[in-house]
């Protein structure tokens, strides 16, 4: 018997890159091993040496083929062996073996809006629904919109094994939210990435799109983001190392501003529960901080922090290297590891 594996990867769009993917048939016990696409057609190669390379780094069952089949998210690669530049997986890979003694865990905080016939899911064809308020977590057919495939979303992310650890309507009608993690750097980004393909991919055969655009709709609507958190064994044990890794996240904020997805000014506002893109703040409780340090952290005096600044659309790959590199070297020189 032969299985059907498919290979997924992240291409070369920019400013914000596309998932891609296509099958391959493998004989029954074989392993998925590289493979090669062309190049010139996703945005990583000329048309006159078009070759890339698919890498296999993240294997699960396929939970949409059942069966044997499996997914396979790849790094890309050139023929010589060097990770292509669009590869930010292979940039993050030295940052977290750098501090991998740290134990740093991260959850992300996927935010994603449904689209059909080119307005959000539950969006009249005229006007607009009713204002802001009974939409996030709301029950009923007036307040939300798409749980079929937001259910269907769920189970299959479970059925591949992928660390999600929950969904919930957002704030704005079409608009919904799943949860990566806790898990390390690389893997919290693995499986995002392969829970966005899982995504899309179902929300086809509703013929709807689910977008990661930061601001889906203009005017007195949220954005969608990607909150992510994060702790260290050394921020899990003490209050002192939360604070020295914010004031880290202070020293470099428009380094990361700028890494935290594309059109970040259309969402950052300073309304809508975000802080000002151009200045950084953090506080207890606060959501319209950059950087909010939970209520139980600030009591326990222990724990994690919650940077509100990525967009949807964020690299998961990218935010987790910025944030591993940044905080943990703060944490490294002030002795607190």
């Avoid at 992310?157 to 608009?175: D, R, T």
Wanted: charged share 25%.
């Amino acid at each position: 018997m032969s299985y059907k594996a498919e290979y997924i990867w992240i291409d070369g769009t920019e400013p914000t890159a596309r998932l891609r993917s296509k099958t391959k048939i493998l004989a029954d016990g074989a392993e998925p091993g590289d493979w090669g696409f062309d190049g010139s057609s996703t945005n990583q190669a000329p048309g006159d040496n078009s070759d890339c390379v698919l890498k296999p780094v993240f294997i699960c069952p396929d939970p949409i083929r059942g069966g044997d089949a499996k997914l396979v998210l790849c790094e890309v690669f050139l023929v010589d062996g060097t990770p292509h530049p669009t590869n930010t997986r292979a940039k993050l890979r030295p940052v977290a073996e750098r501090y991998a003694a740290q134990d740093s865990w991260y959850g992300i905080e996927q935010e994603y809006t449904f689209f059909k016939a080119g307005r959000p899911l539950g969006f009249p064809e005229r006007g607009f629904p009713a204002p802001q308020g009974f939409y996030y977590c709301g029950v009923g057919a007036d307040e939300v919109f798409g749980r079929e495939i937001v259910e269907r979303h769920l189970d299959a992310c479970l059925e591949a094994g992928l660390k999600v650890s929950g969904i919930n309507a957002e704030v704005m009608p079409g608009q919904w939210e799943f949860q990566i993690g806790p898990a390390g750097p690389l893997e919290v980004a693995d499986h995002l990435w392969t829970a966005r393909w899982l995504l899309y991919r179902i929300a086809e055969e509703y013929d709807v799109a689910a977008t990661l655009d930061p601001k889906p709709v203009e005017g007195d609507w949220n954005g969608a983001g990607a909150h992510t958190n994060f702790s260290t064994k050394a921020m899990r044990e003490s209050y002192d190392a939360i604070i020295t890794a914010c004031e880290a996240l202070a020293a470099k904020a428009q380094d990361h501003v700028a890494a935290y997805g594309a059109d970040i000014e259309r969402r950052l506002t300073g309304m809508h529960e975000t802080a000002p893109w151009s200045e950084f703040s953090y506080g207890v409780s606060n959501r319209g901080a950059s950087v909010r340090i939970p209520w139980q952290v600030e009591l326990e005096k222990k724990g994690y922090i919650e940077d509100r600044r990525p967009n949807a659309n964020v690299d998961p790959y990218v935010v987790t290297r910025m944030i591993t590199g940044t905080c943990c070297e703060a944490l490294e020189k002030a002795g607190q590891v």
